[in-house]
């Protein structure tokens, strides 16, 4: 069974440049989530996808970042103009999609980037 | 609103040493989820543990073991007869039960050293 998997796993981009990263989650997991990491820090929700639609954004999330699952399997979270503050691991997250239970999210490597 | 605490920023302990990760949060749901999760080098966070806020009853995994107390919000991790392998980053985490989706809310992490 495959687990969630994230590319690249790592980014070094200049201050300005956009950013895209790829989320491959738990086949027929239907649920997405995006989280962001600082050094020293535990992960902060960024936003959520229920097979294409996305649910929720943390307001984290400023105008510069977009996310898309267009046909509720892979996702991809790019970041426009990104700034030296952007630099974090950015870490995926799947669980079943199930309604009627609490649900575990299984996390990918995550993706760290760092803007210089 | 949410919070999850962690007190304790790292531990060092001596292989085969008892040591346990304080866990207190704070939820205004009477239906809550709590986690714990292992972030080892590699940076992929690992699922441990998924409590309910209806199950009290402690667990007991191998060498892990959860103490969940309602009474003083808290759920504590304890790993006895430690080894180097346990060395990571433990989080501790609260999802609160939502219609859609279950965002997580992490507390900043302990690091725990095992020593050989």
């Known amino acids: 069974d495959t687990g969630v998997s994230q590319n690249p796993r790592h980014k070094i981009t200049k201050r300005g440049q956009n950013v895209t990263f790829r989320c491959d989650p738990i086949?027929?997991?239907?649920?997405l989530y995006w989280y962001r990491q600082t050094l020293g820090q535990g992960p902060e929700f960024l936003t959520y996808?229920?097979?294409?639609?996305?649910?929720?954004k943390s307001r984290l999330l400023s105008d510069r970042f977009s996310a898309e699952r267009p046909k509720g399997s892979f996702s991809t979270l790019e970041i426009q103009r990104t700034e030296q503050g952007d630099s974090a691991m950015y870490l995926c997250?799947?669980?079943?999609?199930?309604?009627?239970?609490?649900?575990?999210?299984?996390f990918g490597p995550g993706t760290r980037l760092l803007v210089l | 609103a949410q919070k999850v605490t962690q007190a304790q920023t790292e531990i060092s302990v001596v292989e085969k040493e008892d040591v346990t990760l304080d866990c207190v949060y704070e939820?205004?749901?009477?239906?809550?989820?709590l986690f714990w999760y292992k972030q080892p080098p590699s940076g992929e966070l690992v699922f441990l543990i998924r409590?309910?806020?209806?199950?009290?009853q402690n667990e007991i995994s191998g060498r892990y073991s959860w103490n969940f107390q309602k009474s003083t919000s808290s759920f504590n991790f304890t790993i006895t007869a430690s080894q180097v392998v346990d060395s990571a980053v433990y989080f501790c985490?609260?999802?609160?039960?939502?219609?859609?989706?279950?965002?997580?809310?992490f507390g900043a992490g302990t690091i725990l050293r095992v020593k050989s």
């Open positions: 086949s027929e997991h239907n649920r």
């Open positions: 939820t205004r749901d009477t239906t809550y989820y």
């Open positions: 985490a609260l999802s609160e039960a939502e219609e859609y989706g279950n965002k997580l809310v």
């Open positions: 997250a799947s669980s079943p999609g199930d309604y009627q239970t609490q649900e575990t999210q299984y």
């Open positions: 409590r309910n806020s209806f199950d009290e």
């Open positions: 996808f229920q097979n294409e639609a996305q649910l929720e």
